[in-house]
Every structure is written in C-alpha cells, then in structure tokens.
C-alpha cells in the first residue's frame, strides 16, 4: 500500500511551519549551520591569532545561538516531519535528520558548558574536536534533510504548482 505522497507537502500548521510550497524550517537552519560553522572558524584562528581570548569567547557565543537557533529550526522542522507518512522510507529518513540533529544540538550544548566561562588562550584541543565532530555530523543531516527536499519533495510544492514559474 503506498501512502499519499501530497501530505507531506501540506504543513501541519501554515501559522506555525509556514504556508503551503513556502516552509520556514529551511531558512531557520541557516542560524545553527551559520553560528556552528563560524565558531569552529573562530576556534582554529584561536590558536593562530594574537588575540586567542576574544576569539575563543566569540566562538563559545557561537555556539549557544546555534543551539539557541537549532531549537527553532527543530520546532517547525517536527512540524514537518509530522506529515510525512509513518512506514515510508521518507519517514524513516526524517526521523534519522530529526536524530542526529538532536545529537548534534546537545553535542553543542555541552560544548558550550565544557568551555566554562571566561577563556583563557586557544580553544583546548577538546572543545574543538567536539565541534569539528558535530559539524561532520550535521553535514550527513543537512545531506538527509536535502534528500528529504529535493528527492521526496518534502513540504516542496507540487509539480503543477512548480510549472507556475515556468509559464509565459
């Protein structure tokens, strides 16, 4: 029996996860990719730059908006998932994106308490190989999540509504 491929492009709530071919799930997650990516940055010019405390505690605040930014971004993007039909191989990789991405976030969280308060020099060798692991991490689910768009169609509006764009 194959379940309706149309519910997975209806938001659950329009209000809350974005209206019909336009989810909001896909721009909140630029904010954790963004903030986690920069801080790793800021991290490895911590130990080449003359001013490693200010980099290490920029990196650090980094962090906690892309945990901060992550809970947005899984709030709708659980909205979403809700759609998506249990039993389809859609929905088995959703909730391995869902996943890791929570895996993800709590590897940051505690990343963000293990570097403690105020820095002293480079970012230690721990944090960081902490960081690098979860940005690794979050590329497999970021790759998911595309998979999730691009090849299911995912909250992607439908063809008749795409062919819209291409008209005359």
Do not use: C
Not at 23 to 43: C, E, K, Q, R
Not at 45 to 50: D, E, L, R
Not at 136 to 155: P, Q
């Amino acid at each position: 029996m194959t379940a309706d491929p149309e519910r997975a492009k209806r938001p659950v709530s329009a209000a809350l996860a974005g209206p019909y071919g336009h989810p909001f799930h896909p721009i909140l997650v630029t904010v954790p990719i963004g903030a986690w990516v920069a801080s790793v940055v800021f991290d490895l010019a911590s130990h080449v730059a003359g001013d490693p405390d200010a980099l290490a505690y920029g990196a650090r605040w980094l962090i906690a908006i892309g945990v901060l930014g992550a809970l947005a971004a899984a709030t709708v993007g659980f909205l979403d998932f809700l759609a998506i039909p249990a039993g389809t191989p859609a929905f088995r990789i959703g909730l391995t994106h869902l996943s890791l991405n929570l895996a993800v976030t709590v590897a940051f969280a505690l990343d963000f308490w293990w570097r403690g308060g105020t820095p002293d020099g480079a970012v230690p060798i721990g944090p960081l190989v902490l960081s690098i692991a979860a940005l690794a991490t979050l590329s497999v689910s970021g790759y998911l999540g595309g998979k999730l768009a691009y090849r299911y169609g995912v909250r992607v509006a439908d063809e008749s509504t795409q062919a819209e764009g291409f008209r005359r």
